[in-house]
């Protein structure tokens, strides 16, 4: 029997097989809920953070809040257009010829009966959600491309929610449909930017975001013990699945969705 190839069978220290230490991350949607949990993280562990929000009055509390803990910057930018996500592309670009992990987190979400889903609302969820995610992928490419190395290429994370793996109780009919789009998006997109960079989205259960406040206010309790792990998603459960992926620890991943749900859409 051949004897193994050390070289490549040499174990890696927790500290380089976890590292994001030194890498440049966009978070677009970075100012608030998942996007600001993801970033905090991502600040902590060393990386040089851009968020981007539509407001700038968030993009300046989200930097106070977390400059004292690493570096961070902000960029206003409305990624439900082309043009605002090329617009975004060429301020990041302006500083930093190579992005290491984009984090396409920005999303809105609109719920009412179905016979009150107008095109407007429609269309307001699917621009920002599915063509914003595509745009600001395909504006940064030359940035993500420039960070690739063959062992550490670079990252796309898209973050979906478990609203597009099952059918949702409320009738948040484009935002459920957005959700799922996202998460073909990132099978279609891994297959075609592999190996230089790879493409998974985290689908996201019930976390204390913006997004989600009016319905954990009504029903927190409730829907934690609708969780095989009784709980509600913390801030470090999410910046921990973005930690992996965006590290040497997840370099072998693409294509993938992660329900981060604390069992809600895998153990029924």
Same mark, same amino acid.
Request: aromatic share 4%; glycine share 10%; charged share 20%.
């Given at each position: ?18 590292? =994001? ?29 851009? =968020? ?37 592309? *060429? ?19 609109? #719920? ?17 959600? =599915? ?41 948040? %009919?484009? %935002? ?22 790879? =493409? ?12 989600? *406040? ?5 029903? #927190? ?30 370099? %072998? ?16």
């Amino acid at each position: 029997m051949p004897e193994p190839d050390r070289e490549s069978t040499a174990p890696t220290g927790p500290t380089d097989l976890f590292s =994001v230490a030194g890498k440049t991350v966009v978070v677009t949607g970075g100012t608030s809920g998942i996007g600001l949990m993801i970033a905090g993280g991502f600040v902590a562990a060393g990386a040089e953070v851009v =968020v981007a929000s539509r407001k700038a009055d968030a993009c300046e509390a989200a930097v106070a809040a977390l400059s004292p803990h690493g570096t961070i910057s902000a960029i206003p930018a409305d990624l439900s257009t082309e043009d605002g996500c090329r617009a975004l592309a *060429r301020a990041v670009a302006a500083d930093h010829e190579r992005v290491h992990v984009l984090v396409n987190n920005a999303g809105a979400t609109w #719920g009412a009966p179905l016979d009150e889903h107008d095109t407007a609302s429609w269309n307001r969820v699917l621009d920002l959600n =599915v063509q914003g995610v595509f745009h600001t992928t395909k504006f940064l490419l030359p940035q993500l491309r420039a960070a690739s190395t063959t062992d550490d290429p670079a990252r796309v994370i898209n973050i979906g929610s478990i609203d597009g793996l099952h059918v949702p109780i409320l009738e948040t %009919y484009s %935002y459920s449909s957005s959700k799922a789009a996202v998460h073909q998006l990132t099978r279609h997109l891994a297959k075609h930017l592999a190996p230089e960079i790879t =493409v998974n989205a985290v689908a996201p259960g019930p976390f204390p975001s913006k997004m989600m *406040r009016a319905t954990l206010e009504a029903a #927190g309790e409730a829907i934690a013990a609708g969780t095989a792990l009784k709980r509600i998603g913390r801030d470090d459960d999410m910046a921990g699945v973005a930690l992996f992926l965006a590290s040497r620890a997840g370099s %072998y991943l693409t294509g993938t969705i992660i329900p981060v749900d604390g069992g809600m859409s895998t153990t029924k």
